[in-house]
Structure formats: structure tokens, C-alpha cells
């Protein structure tokens, strides 16, 4: 069903496989409703969670599908690992395959890692989050909650809020929401909008109310301080004062715009507490979504069988 | 590689000679005999002579390559001044300047001599750069006096941009007392930050961080005022954006102490080249756009950049085996460099094939002051001969270097060394 062997990126993707996915999602997430929420999908199979960089909730969202699918799983994590001892990447990447494994799911915090691993390994990659690249799966979990909320993606209008050059979700969501027909305004500091970005089909604007009076849905950016070099915006007090998603500047709002956030969020900075905490925002959706869309892309990539859901 | 020592008499015979000095074709023969010129145009073999046949190949001076890296001493993993040698020969190049950037940097009379000793017995002539500064530090200038009589052609940071404004005016004024070019690795360390690419769409597509443009051309600007105020000899290495190449044109209106290069990965790769995060082609300064490349192509025809350079730079697989941000800037360049450049100039740009030599033997030369009418009778014999028109792929097997971080492998390249001449022995390449 889908012909792409690895997920790297949402850049190029065919669009085909972003429906493909999210409609098998929802078939997991009635699944996931189940009292008993296990199926034997894929049963044998053998899947590495390969952590270069700290994560939570993409981990533990990863594992989680896996274990509903009946994968067996190992999770490393660079902190407990050989990458201490010197080992280099491709000598640690191909011992881990030598134990015959399907499947590497892979965080790192350099851009291109995950195309650089397929070129070691034969098992099938999924990107986890590539530094600054991409995070595909983040921005499917994305857009099947706006298909969720909409019951469509093409002509909706979303913005994009925050540190768009340190964000990889920022990246991949663009990616798969133009090539699925959304239109997509960026929108923080100047500071913060990469180069040439207006060519990869997406509008940039500074002005936050009108991008909140113009969309449909926006999806708020975490602040990302540990990537911040020095002075990129002034101060936390100036970036919610001209950025922020606050509850003042919700209500000025009369229309019912959905706020995103694909987490962990800086409450009081880049969102309010009582917005992220609203009846408006499907944030926690997004989260079983995140579980549902990634034992879609685990099936479908590593070939589980259609009757075993 | 077979270096072979040259008979007492050598007739190089029916080839096309070019003479980039007198700027003319001779349909002819070039007699070398006891390892010197003896005699360039309608000359007959003595008794005995070894002929090389020439026939549909052009014969013209060694190339001259004022911008390597052969490591020696420190990383001598990555290239000695022996195997860096054999690359060179490779790729018809028959003069070489190398970079101080070893280890230890090359910042005294003591190392440059060491650099000029062990040069003696390579196969070919190396020539050593000097920094500019203790340690390639940019706080206190080099005792370039005493560089320069052991041999020091050029004085340069390298790699390291000179940043502090006020030390490269001291070097500038220093350097040009003792009538030596600077070179500075012209790029705002500030404006380039943590780029490891050219910053456009593409590095923005692959997360990378970009190094724009500006970085180098604001530099550009202020070495060329700093030259002008000093009336001093200022050469800028590797020039690769379009900006950079409208400032040299401006200053070379009125200021002709400025000399400038291209290497050759500038002028055959754009930045969409990177776009599966190659390693290969991660270089300082970056690929910079097609925009930016066919300006360097013009710059090239219109004398605003007066050379090629490679820029060669060898590194281990390991070290560019790793993540794009994590590996090393350079990649090797001696070997692919005449098929590279006939390539984009001459067959795809339509530059004359002698205006092409003159970039990679005259022109460099003359910035170095080397000696340049290498066929005037009695000179040690320096020649290069090519076959212009032939298509080849560029393999693995044809890198000599010790290292064989090329982006070039696999690339169909036109126009081929077949013979490199130099230090009374003769390659076949």
C-alpha cells in the first residue's frame, strides 16, 4: 500500500501515503477505545527505538504503539550507551542490526541523520525528530487531528506560530499540510523565520491578530530555549506580549479558532494556561492521535496483515 | 602511480603546444633534454631520443595550484606532502602551494624550512604558505621576514578568518613591506555564526544552519579597503559568491594589488547539489547558489578572478561519515580539477581551452611570482598534456590522494590529464 520504504521526512512525501496513514489511524484509534486495546498486528516483528537525544512523550507515544501491535521492542538511548564510549554512529547502527531487527525508530540531534542511517542499515527507518529537519510523524498526528475536527484538510487555514527556524514539526507540518491542499501562514519574530521560507509554498506574516483572524486552526510552537542562541528575541515578557497566544487576545476573537500545540509548552509564554487548557484546544487529542498514527505508520511500513487489525 | 626518470632526450612530438606565455599555438615539437627545454617548434629528435607521440593532445605548461592542504605535519592520515604530491601529478599539476593550517601551524622560519626540506624529495615543487599570525591565533603577526627567506611564498591564516580588523591592517602593512600577498579567508565569523551551508530554501529545507552570503562579501569589502589604504598585496582565496565578485571588480578599477581564485567545486556544484546532506560537498566557504555560480563563471571570462585554485583538502571516511553538522569543511580536489573546469567552461560555457590553461598555469604564477616562461630554453621542465575532448568518469581509482572525500566520484568529467612532466621524470597518468 505504501511503495516508500522509510519515513524520513514529510518533504517530497507522496500525499497518498499521508491519507493512507491517517485513515488507518482511525482505524487504531477505535482500537485504542477497546478495553483490551492489543491486536497481534506485528507479532515477530522487532522495532529499536534508537535515542540520541532526550524525549518523552514521542517515545513513550512510539512504545506505546508498539506494544499495542504486539512488536517486540529495545529502547537505547545515547545516555546509556556506546556513543560515550567513542563508538562511532555507523559502527553502533550496524552492530544493532547485526541482532536482525525490522525497524529502527530514530531521534537525533542532527539534521540528516536518519537518510545518513538508511544508508548503513536495511531495516526500515522512521525519523523520530532530525535536530532542525524533520519530525514526519509529529505532523501526520497533526493533521489527522485537524481531519479529526474539520473532516478535511484541503482549503483549511492554518497558522503557524513561534520559532519556526528551530522547529522541525514547523517543517514537516508545512510539507504535509501544503501537499494536502492547506494554505499555511507562519507567523513570530523575524528572528525566528528561516531563509526563503515563503518558496516552499507558505505566507509569513508578524502581525499574530490577523493571523488569528485569518485561520482556522493554529499550531502553537514550545519557545525551544536550548536551542537559543544569545538575543534571537528580546525577552519571554516581549515574545507573549507580541506572540502569545493569551486569553485577552483570544477573546478578542468571536470565531472558535482550534489551538494546537504539539508539546512540551511554556505556559505563560507562548500560550496562557486557560487557553491550553480550553474547550478550544485539542492538544491532548493530538496525543492519542500521536499513538493511533504511529501504529498506522508501524503497520503499514513494516507490512503487518490488513485482518489482523 | 610509475614515476618514471626521462631519458637524456625526450621529443615530445606532433602534440598542439600552447604557449600561455606568448599566448600562441605552435603545432610542433618540445625537446627536453637532460631534464630542461631545449627547443619548442619544428625540432627533430637527436639519435636515440625517446618520443613521446602527442598526436591530438595539447602539450603546455605544469599547472600551478596556489591553495592546497597536505597535512604534513600532524595529520599525516589524511595526506603527506609524498601522496599529496602524487595527487597533484594527477591531475597535471606540477607546482603547489600549500596551507599552513598543520599541526603544529606553519608559524616559523623552523617549520617553513621543514616544509621546503621534505618538499626537496617529492616529485614535485611545494611551496610553503605561512600564517599570518602566532598560531593561527589573529593576535600577534608572524615573523613573516624570516618566512619568507626560508621560503614562504604567502602568508595566511587559512581556514581561520582573520576577524580583528586592526591585525590584518598590521599584516597587511608588514606583509607589504616585504612585497608578500595576504591571504584571508575572507568570511564575518559573526554573520557566518553556526552555518555549515550556504543559507537559502535549501538549507531551510534540510535544517541545516546557513551561512549567507554576506558573511564573506562584507569581509571581502573590508580586506579590500584595508589593501587599498595600505597600498599592500591582498589576494582573496576561494571566492564564491556573487556579492564578493562585484566588490573585487570594483576595487580592481582602481586598486591592481588584488588578485582572486575560484576553486572548482564553486564553479561545477550549486547548493541543490546538498539536498541528501553530502558530506563531500560540505566546504568553507559553502556551494553557494546557481546564481552565485554563474557569476564566478563570468568573473572567470572577464578577469575579475584571476585563477583557479582546488582548495584541496583531504579528510578521513570516518570523519565525513558522520552527521553534515559534525563532519569536517573541505574535500579533495587535485585530481578531478582540469575534467571539472574544461567541463563548465569550456564545453558548457564556451571559454577558449587556452584561456582555460592560462587560469591554471600563468595566472597563478604570476600571483605567486613563480617563474613563468617555462618553455624558454634551459628551464627545468614543467609540462602538462592533456586530451581536451575525451568523457570519463571520475572513480575512486583515479584519487591518488590518501584520502577520497570527492563529490566527484561517479561524475562524468571532460577532458583528461595523460602525461605530467616535472622534475626530469615523466607520468602517465
Redesign the interface.
Same mark, same amino acid.
Given at each position: 500500500m505504501i511503495k516508500e520504504k522509510h519515513l524520513l521526512g514529510l518533504?517530497g512525501y507522496p500525499a497518498e501515503n499521508i491519507e493512507t496513514i491517517i485513515e488507518t489511524a482511525f482505524g487504531f484509534r477505535e482500537v485504542l477505545e477497546r478495553p483490551i486495546k492489543k491486536v497481534p498486528s506485528l507479532q515477530g516483528k522487532t522495532i529499536v527505538n534508537l535515542f540520541y537525544e532526550d524525549s518523552t512523550r514521542t517515545r513513550i507515544s512510539f512504545e506505546l504503539a508498539q506494544k499495542r501491535l504486539s512488536a517486540d521492542t529495545v529502547n537505547f538511548s545515547a545516555s546509556s550507551s556506546s556513543v560515550k564510549k567513542g563508538e562511532?554512529?555507523?559502527d553502533t547502527v550496524q552492530n544493532i542490526e547485526a541482532m536482525k531487527i525490522d525497524a529502527i525508530v530514530m531521534r537525533?540531534p542532527?539534521? =540528516?541523520?536518519p +537518510?545518513?542511517l538508511t544508508k548503513f542499515v536495511d531495516a526500515v527507518v522512521i525519523n523520530a525528530g *532530525? =535536530?532542525?529537519?524533520?519530525h514526519p510523524t509529529q505532523a501526520i498526528l497533526d493533521i489527522m487531528s485537524l481531519k479529526e475536527h474539520f473532516g478535511k484538510i484541503k482549503g483549511l487555514k492554518i497558522g503557524i506560530i513561534g520559532d519556526i527556524l528551530h522547529s522541525?514539526v514547523a +517543517?514537516s507540518n508545512i510539507h504535509g499540510l501544503t501537499s494536502l491542499g492547506a494554505e499555511v501562514t507562519l507567523c513570530g519574530p523575524a528572528t525566528l523565520i528561516?531563509? *526563503?521560507?515563503e518558496? +516552499?509554498g507558505v505566507n509569513v506574516s508578524y502581525n499574530i491578530d490577523e493571523v488569528m483572524d485569518w485561520a482556522d486552526a493554529i499550531n502553537v510552537l514550545r519557545i525551544q530555549m536550548e536551542r537559543m =542562541?544569545v538575543g534571537l528575541f528580546p525577552s519571554t515578557r516581549e515574545y507573549r506580549s507580541l506572540f502569545g497566544i493569551t486569553h485577552e487576545r483570544l477573546e478578542r476573537h468571536d470565531k472558535k479558532l482550534v489551538i494546537m500545540h504539539p508539546g512540551p509548552m511554556n505556559r505563560g509564554v507562548e500560550i496562557d494556561s486557560n487557553v491550553a487548557d480550553s474547550s478550544q484546544a485539542i492538544i491532548l487529542d493530538q496525543v492519542l492521535n500521536g499513538v493511533a498514527s504511529r501504529m498506522a505508520i508501524l503497520y503499514l511500513l513494516l507490512g503487518g496483515k490488513q485482518e489482523a487489525v | 602511480m610509475k614515476i618514471n626518470k626521462l631519458n637524456k632526450n625526450v621529443l615530445l612530438k606532433n602534440g598542439t603546444v600552447y604557449d600561455p606565455v606568448k599566448q600562441k599555438i605552435i603545432n610542433g615539437n618540445v625537446l627536453i633534454t637532460n631534464g630542461k627545454i631545449n627547443g619548442v617548434g619544428d625540432i627533430k629528435a637527436p639519435g636515440g631520443a625517446e618520443i613521446i607521440d602527442c598526436s591530438g593532445l595539447i602539450v603546455t605548461h605544469g599547472f600551478c595550484d596556489i591553495h592546497a592542504h597536505f597535512r604534513e605535519p600532524g595529520r599525516e592520515d589524511k595526506e603527506t606532502l609524498q601522496t599529496g604530491a602524487k595527487a597533484a601529478l594527477a591531475g597535471g599539476f606540477t607546482r603547489v602551494c600549500v596551507m599552513p593550517n598543520t599541526n603544529p601551524p606553519l608559524d616559523d622560519p623552523e617549520s617553513i624550512r621543514f616544509i621546503v626540506e621534505k618538499s626537496d624529495e617529492t616529485p614535485i615543487y611545494i611551496h610553503p604558505i605561512g600564517a599570518i599570525t602566532k598560531g593561527q591565533q589573529g593576535k600577534e603577526i608572524a615573523e613573516m621576514g624570516a618566512m619568507k627567506t626560508e621560503g614562504a611564498v604567502a602568508f595566511s591564516d587559512d581556514g581561520i578568518p582573520l576577524q580583528n580588523a586592526y591585525v590584518m591592517r598590521l599584516a597587511l602593512e608588514y606583509a607589504g613591506m616585504i612585497n608578500v600577498p595576504i591571504i584571508n579567508h575572507a568570511e564575518d565569523v559573526l554573520l557566518r555564526? @553556526?552555518g555549515v551551508m550556504n543559507?537559502?530554501?535549501i538549507?531551510?529545507? $534540510?535544517? $541545516?544552519?546557513?551561512n &549567507?552570503d554576506i558573511a564573506e562579501s562584507a569581509m571581502v569589502q573590508r580586506d579590500l579597503q584595508i589593501a587599498q589604504s595600505t597600498n599592500s598585496t591582498l589576494h582573496i582565496p576561494h571566492v564564491s559568491t556573487k556579492k564578493s565578485v562585484e566588490a573585487i571588480k570594483k576595487y580592481k578599477s582602481v586598486f591592481q594589488k588584488v588578485t582572486a581564485e575560484v576553486t572548482p567545486h564553486h564553479l561545477y556544484f550549486n547548493d541543490e547539489a546538498l539536498i541528501?546532506?553530502n558530506t563531500n560537498l560540505k566546504v568553507a566557504p559553502p556551494i553557494r547558489t546557481e546564481d552565485d555560480r554563474k557569476a564566478l563563471i563570468t568573473a572567470l571570462s572577464d578577469g575579475t578572478v584571476d585563477c583557479i585554485a582546488t582548495d584541496h583538502a583531504p579528510h578521513t571516511i @570516518?570523519e565525513k561519515?558522520? &552527521?553534515?553538522? $559534525?563532519a569536517p569543511f573541505g574535500m579533495i580536489g587535485l585530481e578531478s580539477c582540469f575534467g571539472a573546469v574544461n567541463k563548465i567552461l569550456v564545453k558548457e560555457n564556451g571559454m577558449k581551452i587556452e584561456s582555460l590553461i592560462d587560469l591554471l598555469t600563468i595566472k597563478p604564477r604570476k600571483i605567486m611570482e613563480f617563474e613563468q616562461d617555462l618553455f624558454a630554453d634551459g628551464t627545468p621542465v614543467e609540462i602538462t598534456i592533456i586530451d581536451p575532448k575525451v568523457s570519463w568518469t571520475f572513480t575512486k581509482d583515479d584519487i591518488n590522494s590518501r584520502s577520497i572525500n570527492s563529490p566527484y566520484i561517479g561524475e562524468e568529467l571532460f577532458g583528461k590529464i595523460i602525461y605530467t612532466i616535472v622534475k626530469g621524470s615523466v607520468v602517465k597518468i
Open positions: 518533504e562511532s554512529f555507523k537525533h542532527y539534521p =540528516g541523520a +537518510l545518513h *532530525d =535536530g532542525t529537519h524533520e522541525r +517543517l528561516p531563509k *526563503d521560507i518558496k +516552499l =542562541g | 555564526n @553556526e543559507e537559502s530554501v538549507s531551510t529545507k $534540510l535544517g $541545516l544552519s546557513g &549567507p541528501t546532506y @570516518e561519515e558522520a &552527521p553534515f553538522d $559534525l
